[in-house]
């Protein structure tokens, strides 16, 4: 009989599995002191931000006049001062600033989405969407979904133990998040809803609720709500079919054309042609396609690189904050804006049904970039050390509170 070939310094070769892996990176990703990965995150937000306002230049060089272009690009600036702006003023406030005002902001958030159906929501391509107050405009329903992370986070932390019982911890969870979801749904935004849907389930997951009841909730809703929408509502039926070939989508085609074309190294900044022969939405829900065209393969994977960075400085911090609730809350808040940057270049690289988002920090949109910042800023607020008049909420004392 053979016998077995010695393996080097004697160790057995190992089988590597899924959770090995994702258990590898956690522990390496572990730290004791969150400040580390809280200023890398900061540093990399900035870079997209810098990415974006580039970006956004070139598409205006060509498709506005002189001095238009000028005033946009001072506007362009201007979003990006406030939103930096917004993330400090975030980052001094943190979760626990924020913390106290949760029932107040739940009750606001769905006065909000109720009154996109009211004079003052704006109706955007057919979508209920927006409020336009005059002197500002936004969606909502991005607003909610930070909202809805901060008050799961309290919520799993409030219960303690009671987390897993499904009468009184997981079902009153999920009557909140199923009226944001529906809200959301009916404007009618079927990505977003379900954006703040698997946002939700995964902080509650996180915060200790059980794993089976909500994946098999979620698949139940999630199918029915897809398959009824799909007979349902024409434009989302026309989505899927778009996803699956059966109909052309022009914009998705040109957007592909013009991401293809950029080569090694694009076109070069201004030069690219896309955005002149009138392929729409190329500065903000294709914004990734225009990066491709005028940067080509390497500013793609400068981006991609960029949004990798902030998952992985996502994780370190969540890692590294010691108090749970403010660990949820960057869980939650972070993954959502990385969810968001994933599902956009799915969407451009037609990996996923065709759905009008933003790309964080790098698409035009004032609001979109707002509200970003304030997740961020939010989410670094925990990285701040607790000065001797500030009163911590310990995982001990945060279960021993009364749901």
Not at 51 to 68: F, H, I, K, N, W
Not at 103 to 131: D, E, F, Q, S
Not at 316 to 342: K, P, T
Request: charged fraction near 15%; proline fraction near 5%.
């Amino acid at each position: 009989m053979a016998r077995a070939k010695a393996e080097p310094f004697g160790i057995p070769p190992q089988q590597v599995t899924i959770s090995g892996f994702l258990g590898e990176m956690a522990r390496r990703a572990t730290l004791n002191d969150p400040t580390g990965p809280a200023t890398r995150l900061f540093l990399t937000v900035l870079a997209l931000m810098g990415v974006g306002l580039v970006v956004q230049a070139s598409a205006l060089a060509t498709t506005r006049a002189t001095e238009v272009f000028r005033s946009e690009v001072l506007w362009q600036t201007g979003f990006r001062v406030a939103g930096l702006g917004v993330l400090i003023l975030a980052y001094r406030i943190g979760a626990r600033g924020v913390r106290p005002y949760l029932a107040h902001l739940v009750v606001l958030c769905i006065a909000c989405l109720m009154l996109v159906y009211t004079p003052v929501g704006a109706v955007k391509n057919g979508a209920h969407r927006w409020l336009d107050l005059g002197f500002v405009s936004f969606q909502p329903s991005e607003l909610a979904r930070i909202v809805l992370m901060l008050w799961i986070a309290d919520r799993c932390v409030r219960l303690g133990p009671l987390v897993i019982d499904m009468r009184r911890g997981v079902m009153p969870m999920l009557s909140l998040v199923l009226a944001f979801f529906f809200l959301i749904l009916f404007e009618t935004d079927l990505g977003g809803a379900l954006l703040l849907l698997i946002c939700a389930f995964s902080v509650m997951w996180v915060g200790g609720a059980r794993l089976l009841p909500i994946a098999t909730f979620f698949a139940s809703v999630g199918t029915a709500v897809i398959a009824a929408a799909t007979y349902l509502v024409p434009y989302i039926r026309s989505r899927i079919e778009m996803f699956f070939g059966g109909v052309h989508n022009a914009q998705l085609a040109d957007t592909e054309a013009a991401m293809s074309a950029g080569g090694p190294f694009g076109s070069g900044l201004t030069f690219g042609a896309a955005r002149n022969e009138g392929v729409p939405y190329l500065e903000s829900d294709c914004v990734f396609g225009l990066v491709g065209e005028e940067f080509g393969l390497f500013g793609m994977w400068l981006v991609l690189g960029l949004l990798c960075a902030f998952l992985w400085f996502s994780l370190r911090l969540v890692l590294s904050v010691r108090d749970r609730y403010e660990a949820l809350v960057c869980f939650g808040l972070l993954v959502s804006v990385g969810l968001q940057a994933m599902l956009h270049v799915q969407v451009v690289a037609g990996l996923a049904p065709p759905k009008g988002m933003t790309l964080p920090f790098i698409s035009d949109g004032g609001t979109s970039l707002i509200v970003s910042s304030l997740a961020v800023g939010l989410a670094l607020g925990a990285a701040r050390r607790p000065t001797p008049r500030e009163s911590t909420c310990s995982p001990s004392n945060a279960t021993a509170s009364s749901p």
